[in-house]
């Protein structure tokens, strides 16, 4: 719930640069509902595309406060953000709206970012790896592999966002790597292997790139540091050490 109408458009337009000098990276930027429309045109003919940070499960309805995956498709969103911790801690969000909302959005097209994330009392009490199997085979149940094609999965550790304390690169990676084999035993190989595991939890210029050299590593959810386009065109044009 950042930004207003001019500063979400100065942003795009900042950001439209390092979008296109990053071949090989895609762009996405999220803005709140009321801003969709705006950023979805100004974004036209740029290598930046626009999600939604939410979408509902039902194709229309009695379903007041919320959004339609057609209607986010009509004003040329291509992606939706479902089942980010905040929504689950604050607005209800359970493993089955998740699942609910992944099949609206996959039913239209629309490119779906699935958060999954233990928060710090589960990962001291060593349950990290419990919260990550359930909250993917809820999320993940039923679809057929051909279904979840497109399917991006993002690893946002309750912890580390907002707080400014990043997971380390070897965290990470290795909750990456458990993610991709769940997907492997739920599904396929082949569906694993070719998945995104984007990482969220206070990314910033000077950790991107660190992060970025992990293997499973493969993008990054940002939040705080999006808003800024110094900042967030630094994370889109990240450098991966050679040796990597
Ligand atoms: P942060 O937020 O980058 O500010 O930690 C991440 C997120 O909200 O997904």
Redesign the pocket.
Known sequence: MNLDLNGANALVEGLKDAAAKATGVETIVAPPFTLLAAVAEAVKGSRIRCAAQNVHWAESGAFTGECAAASLKELGVDAAIIG???RRQFFGETDKTVHDRLAAALKVGLLPIV?VGESLDERESQQTWRVLETQLKGALDGFAPVDLSMLVI?Y?PVW?????KTASPAQAQEAHLFIRKQVASLYSDALAQGMRILY?????ADNIDELMSQPDVDGA??????LKVDGFSRIIGFKVPAAN
Request: charged residues 15%.
């Open positions: 980010h911790s905040e958060c993002a946002e580390a966002i907002g707080t400014g969220g939890g206070s990314v910033k959810l940002v939040g705080g540091a999006s």
